[in-house]
């Protein structure tokens, strides 16, 4: 059985910084693409950004292309993502997901896995 598990999250002045970690277990992580994905209070979750399995292929979303970087751990079987210039728009819980396909994709249905989240709150 798969289990995701976010961590890294809190309270951050506009500017500052963060960085997530997501872990996972229950199978071979390196395999498989992971994603991360965030929801804000009263707004549909989105896409942030995504990272390929064996193959290091990354993808972001426009709102924070040149701000966050994804990457990933296969020896410990986690991914992370380090959030720079942060913004009061970036406000909002924070889920890992994986996929079950090596891949990258940008859409919740693309993604079999989902922790729990981590809060992000960025204060301005």
């Known amino acids: 059985q798969v289990q995701l598990v976010e961590s890294g999250g809190g309270l951050v002045q506009a500017g500052g910084s963060l960085r997530l970690s997501c872990a996972a277990s229950?199978?071979?992580?390196?395999?498989?693409?992971m994603g991360w994905f965030r929801q804000a209070p009263g707004k549909e979750r989105e896409f942030v950004s995504a990272?390929?399995?064996?193959?290091?292929?990354?993808y972001y979303a426009d709102s924070v292309k040149g701000r966050f970087t994804i990457s990933r751990d296969n020896a410990k079987n986690t991914v992370a993502l380090q959030m720079n210039s942060l913004k009061s728009e970036d406000t909002a819980v924070y889920y890992c997901?994986?996929?079950?396909?090596?891949?990258?994709?940008?859409?919740?249905?693309?993604?079999?896995?989902w922790g729990q989240g981590t809060q992000v709150t960025v204060s301005s």
């Open positions: 997901a994986e996929r079950t396909k090596s891949s990258i994709a940008t859409m919740k249905g693309d993604y079999d896995y």
């Open positions: 229950g199978r071979t992580f390196s395999s498989y693409a």
């Open positions: 990272i390929s399995g064996a193959r290091t292929f990354t």
